[in-house]
């Protein structure tokens, strides 16, 4: 079945960075589109990147461009999110995305917490 595991969130200083890391199984990683979401508190989840299936084309939102690069290595069956100059306002769960066949996959989330 399809799987999504998110890894390398934590305690980061603001300016600090971060990489998320998202392992997925149970399907053809190579072939879907992947996406980086992610929810605070209080507030509804937002798509924060995303990456076509051979990660030529990239997309994220106007607050976290310049700052977040997100990549993907099909060998890997893995997503990446590298976060630099984090916020206060970065501080979330965040999720890894795909869609397949209309049907939303999710992970389990990783926090992210910016806070001196």
């Known amino acids: 079945q399809v799987q999504l595991v998110e890894s390398g969130g934590g305690l980061v200083q603001p300016g600090g960075s971060l990489r998320l890391s998202c392992a997925a199984s149970?399907?053809?990683?190579?072939?879907?589109?992947m996406t980086w979401y992610r929810q605070a508190p209080g507030k509804e989840r937002e798509l924060v990147a995303a990456i076509s299936s051979a990660g030529i084309s990239t997309h994220y939102i106007d607050s976290v461009k310049g700052r977040f690069t997100i990549s993907r290595d099909n060998a890997k069956n893995t997503v990446y999110l590298q976060m630099n100059s984090l916020k206060p306002e970065d501080t979330a769960v965040y999720y890894c995305?795909?869609?397949?066949?209309?049907?939303?996959?999710w992970g389990q989330g990783t926090q992210v917490t910016v806070s001196s």
């Open positions: 149970g399907f053809s990683f190579s072939g879907y589109a």
């Open positions: 995305n795909t869609e397949i066949r209309f049907y939303d996959y």
